[in-house]
């Protein structure tokens, strides 16, 4: 079954602590993105990436690192995170620019 | 800066109604638009438009695009509770979306 799969789906932490969400996809899509979901703010992109190797900054990528070493898995990382950053995240690949979604994580910093 | 800004924010309607959503954008390097439902969860596709004045249409949902003016609007005809949600627009740009804020739409039984 083609999808986008997320990990974890939630997290509750603490500022500062260090956390990465996984996110792989089985479509062999070359673009994937991420996202972040706040009330009255829609869907932000955080950073895209068009291929292994080649990422870039969206709208909003204070706070984040993702890397791209392998086609399938593009993860996100919070290196400190803060009460900011509390959000629902998806991740996404994309085709002909048609996007998939995973299923989304829901972080809570503390 | 780009942008993308949907009307209206909410809406509550009847079974049976039909709604119009609108979309409006301002995206630099335009490549196409796309509609998403959302419910409890992630964004499923809808439509995806990159040609001016063509309609796209799935079941009771239709959808065309205006890149003179620069929107997009989607129909729901004979509406259910079923389609309530909180319907996405958004434009890609080279490498970039840009999503609006979404339509809340609520159809009473």
């Known amino acids: 079954e083609a999808q986008v799969t997320q990990n974890p789906r939630y997290l509750i932490t603490v500022t500062g602590k260090k956390l990465t969400v996984t996110c792989s996809q089985n479509?062999?899509?070359?673009?994937m993105s991420w996202y972040r979901q706040d009330p009255g703010l829609g869907l932000r992109q955080i950073y895209y990436s068009m291929n292994v190797e080649v990422t870039d900054k969206g709208d909003v990528p204070e706070g984040y690192k993702v890397s791209r070493k392998e086609k399938r898995n593009f993860p996100l990382i919070l290196e400190s995170p803060s009460p900011n950053q509390t959000s629902l995240y998806f991740c996404?690949?994309?085709?002909?620019?048609?996007?998939?979604f995973g299923p989304g994580t829901r972080l809570t910093v503390l | 800066e780009d942008k993308v800004v949907q009307s209206p924010l909410s809406l509550v309607v009847h079974e049976g109604d039909t709604v119009t959503l609108n979309c409006s954008y301002e995206?630099?390097?335009?490549?196409?638009l796309l509609w998403y439902k959302q419910e409890k969860k992630a964004p499923t596709f809808l439509f995806m438009l990159t040609s001016s004045g063509i309609e796209k249409k799935s079941g009771r949902l239709s959808s065309i695009l205006d890149k003179k003016e620069l929107f997009s609007i989607l129909n729901i005809t004979a509406t259910q509770t079923g389609d309530s949600a909180v319907y996405l627009c958004a434009v890609s740009g080279t490498y970039k979306y840009i999503f609006g804020t979404g339509t809340r739409l609520k159809v009473l039984a």
């Open positions: 996404a690949s994309s085709f002909m620019n048609e996007q998939f």
């Open positions: 995206v630099t390097n335009f490549r196409s």
């Open positions: 479509m062999n899509h070359e673009y």
